[in-house]
């Protein structure tokens, strides 16, 4: 019988290297299991999770890998993350973007637990590593955040879920929330073109405009910054804003990307592979190099 043709990606995701719940080993096969033509990885400022999946994908000749990062960025409101898809990880100046951020974080934790200390929720550094699964001898290295935090907390009891974590004391303007060093959308789109890759922005759901008026001008400035292109599937996103996302990326020519924003169980309501992202919706001459030789050349931008 013919091999089924894949014709389904997810371009979102993530690992334990960050604040997934999945290793990238299994986050290969899961991907493979769930019929996807096309996976990438993108971890909050990090690249570490990378090389693990490119090996683990190595077993399965129907999924192509695609390495990346989910770079934090200061936003005029909201939240903003760029991918970056395509990525050389080891790109000294993409290398140096991430050190920058572990600087950060490593900063930032214990200033969010002594917040929540104050508040009576008792948590400590060593709850939040635990979450993490970071050995003290790794703690310097790895990628730790407030959904670690956030998960300290349910299993403390202090919250039923992660999300009520958010909304009650981590989330911008919350009770528990520090703000941390950001790179400007420029240079984080810099180092990304620096490693070769292609810089999209990503879930504009969550960049805090009021009206489609607000979110045009965001992406206008970004365009100003270098952006290739923007992600228009998301798991946060209607089929409404989707189809206004679609329409935008066709009329400033901009490169289409799309993935669930994947974290295991730490997400519990986003599934790999969901929204549904066609290969052939998100193939065009931008984003062609991403996928090799699996669009074919009957394929047309």
């Not at 019988?1 to 389904?8: D, E, K, N, S």
């Not at 190595?58 to 960025?73: D, H, K, T, W």
């Not at 009891?157 to 060093?181: D, P």
């Amino acid at each position: 019988m013919p091999t089924a043709v894949r014709r389904l990606v997810d371009l979102h995701t993530h690992s334990t290297a960050s604040d997934g719940r999945v290793s990238p080993t299994e986050l290969m096969g899961l991907a493979d299991a769930a019929g996807l033509a096309a996976v990438a990885l993108t971890d909050h400022d990090t690249v570490a999770g990378l090389a693990e999946a490119a090996q683990a994908a190595q077993a399965f000749p129907q999924l192509r890998f695609i390495p990346g990062i989910e770079v934090s960025v200061h936003p005029q409101q909201g939240t903003m993350h760029i991918l970056g898809l395509g990525i050389d990880p080891a790109c000294p100046a993409l290398l140096e973007m991430a050190a920058s951020f572990l600087r950060g974080r490593r900063s930032r934790n214990p200033r969010i637990v002594e917040k929540l200390n104050a508040l009576g929720l008792g948590i400590s550094m060593a709850d939040v590593f635990a979450v993490a699964g970071v050995e003290a001898s790794d703690e310097a290295s790895a990628v730790v955040g407030r959904l670690h935090v956030a998960e300290a907390l349910r299993r403390k009891g202090f919250v039923q879920t992660t999300t009520e974590a958010f909304e009650r004391y981590l989330a911008r303007g919350k009770s528990a929330y520090v703000e941390r060093a950001r790179l400007g959308a420029a240079r984080a789109i810099d180092a990304i073109h620096a490693a070769g890759g292609l810089a999209l922005a990503a879930h504009p759901s969550q960049w805090g405009c009021e009206n489609f008026a607000q979110l045009e001008k965001v992406l206008r400035d970004l365009m100003t910054a270098g952006i290739d292109g923007l992600e228009a599937y998301h798991s946060d996103h209607s089929t409404f804003l989707t189809r206004h996302l679609l329409d935008l990326a066709a009329r400033f020519n901009l490169a289409v990307v799309g993935g669930s924003d994947f974290h295991g169980s730490a997400k519990p309501g986003v599934s790999l592979g969901v929204p549904r992202v066609p290969l052939a919706g998100v193939l065009s001459a931008r984003t062609r190099r991403l996928f090799g030789p699996m669009g074919g050349p009957a394929d047309r931008d």
